[in-house]
């Protein structure tokens, strides 16, 4: 059975990765093809030629202006996905069009809808998650991504439990104070969002913070973990020296550093995962320094959770079934999130039971 939510709308890819040339990416088992028009115009339509399945990313497939031609045998799209020139005949036939998906440009992230084929429904682009701090001019972001070798629903269990810093990452974001935490939870059944968050009032420092802050001595530190399911978590990280003022009543916070993570968690198959990444900061806003610094850490860190969850995929791979998992308190937030993932991916079916019956 599928793991996967449909009926979604998913990261595809960064909006610098789509241009002129023809670019493929695997996103819930669909193989897709992205490429701008002449416009500007982002565009997704299926990566397989409707003729003999040949990928239309691989050469010598080209785009031919604002048309999309096969490399095999000619078979020739315009950009809705259908089908303008077949060889050898004039007549094209009517069944000869690529499905097209719906595409949002939004905060220099690609959204692509993902329609249940049981059940398919149309995108609404009001309802994708937010991150603003990608694109605002107020601060400056790192980002790229990597691809993992495991369920998306892992990567989700470690964003939503940040106690492994301190195991995992040390030496870089990882300190005692953020496994001796305790965390609160709240999770919203109505909106599908979830929220956790771990206040340390005296921590230590970790590298990535005394380096690109400069903060000598210890800090509080707060993380406040906001995830939208299937697609988006965000962590709101607040660093500031121990005896600085609390944030005003208006919500201002001069006298501290603010970091925005930013994780677009994509499934590309049951077993393989898209993970962006980005970090959006406020301070040394112009600095090149830090901006190296961070960028260079950060993808570190990622790669320690890639190397992580690719080990821990293979290991449930040869479990057998049956086998039990214990949960504690700093699972609060990963067991909510399985839960409303859960409900997401029998929603499609259970409307289409609804409509039968």
Known sequence: ?????????????????????????????????????????????????????????????????????CGYHGFTYGSDGGCVFVPGQARVPRTARLRSYQVVEQDSFVWVWIA???????????RIPRAPWMDSPDYTVVSGMEPIDCNYGLLVDNLMDLSH?????????????????????????????????????????PPFYSKSTGIEGRITRWQDIEYTPPCLYLLHSRIAPIGAPLPGDDGSDPHAF???????????????????????????????????????????????DVVALNILQKALDTEKDGYQELSINIDAGGLGARRILKKLVDAPQAVTAAAVG
């Open 1 to 69: 059975m599928s793991t996967i939510a449909r009926n979604q709308w998913y990261v595809a890819a960064y909006g610098r990765e789509v241009g002129r040339e023809l670019f493929s990416r695997t996103i819930c088992e669909e193989p897709i093809l992205f490429w701008r028009t002449e416009a500007g115009e982002a565009v997704a339509m299926s990566d397989r030629c409707v003729h003999r399945r040949y990928p239309l990313s691989e050469a010598p497939s080209r785009l031919d202006g604002d048309k999309v031609v």
């Open 116 to 126: 249940d084929p049981q059940n398919p429904q149309q995108g609404d682009p009001t």
């Open 165 to 205: 810093e301190t195991y995992l990452h040390g030496g870089y974001i990882g300190t005692p104070e953020v496994a001796e935490t305790p965390i609160t939870t709240e999770i919203d059944e109505d909106r599908n969002v979830i929220y956790v968050s771990r206040h340390m009032d005296d921590a230590e420092c």
């Open 258 to 304: 603010h970091s925005e993570i930013v994780y677009a968690i994509t499934p590309s198959t049951e077993n393989s995962t898209l993970d962006f990444w980005a970090v959006a900061r406020d301070f040394a806003v112009g600095d090149d320094t830090v901006t190296t610094f961070l960028a260079e850490n950060n993808r570190t860190v990622v790669m320690q």
